[in-house]
Nanobody
Framework: QVQLVESGGGLVQAGGSLRLSCAASGRTFTHYAMGWFRQAPGKEREFVATIDWSGGLTSYADSVKGRFTISRDNAKNTVYLQMNSLNAEDTAVYYC?????????????????WGQGTQVTVSS
């Protein structure tokens, strides 16, 4: 049984930083790309960042490029999202997701397992 458990969300002032973590279990971590998505109140879930199985290939949404960094530690079965220069528009529930394969993707249907989400609130 695959489980994804996010942590690290919280309340931060605009301009601040947070690091989200997602611990995965249930299947071989290095066989799958990982991604982060977010959903703000009243909006659809949107892609944030993705990383391939090795950590050597990443992709970001334009809205977070240059501010967020996705990484993974395969020895710990954990993927991270370092978020810097946060602003009010980053307020959302952030979800970790595990892809169906090793290739990272930006579309939610490419991911078959999801975490429960962690709230990030940025105060202006």
């Amino acid at each position: 049984q695959v489980q994804l458990v996010e942590s690290g969300g919280g309340l931060v002032q605009a301009g601040g930083s947070l690091r989200l973590s997602c611990a995965a279990s249930g299947r071989t971590f290095t066989h799958y790309a990982m991604g982060w998505f977010r959903q703000a109140p009243g909006k659809e879930r949107e892609f944030v960042a993705t990383i391939d199985w090795s950590g050597g290939l990443t992709s970001y949404a334009d809205s977070v490029k240059g501010r967020f960094t996705i990484s993974r530690d395969n020895a710990k079965n954990t993927v991270y999202l370092q978020m810097n220069s946060l602003n009010a528009e980053d307020t959302a529930v952030y979800y970790c997701a595990q892809s169906q394969g090793v290739v990272p993707g930006t579309l939610s249907y490419a991911y078959d397992y999801w975490g429960q989400g962690t709230q990030v609130t940025v105060s202006s």
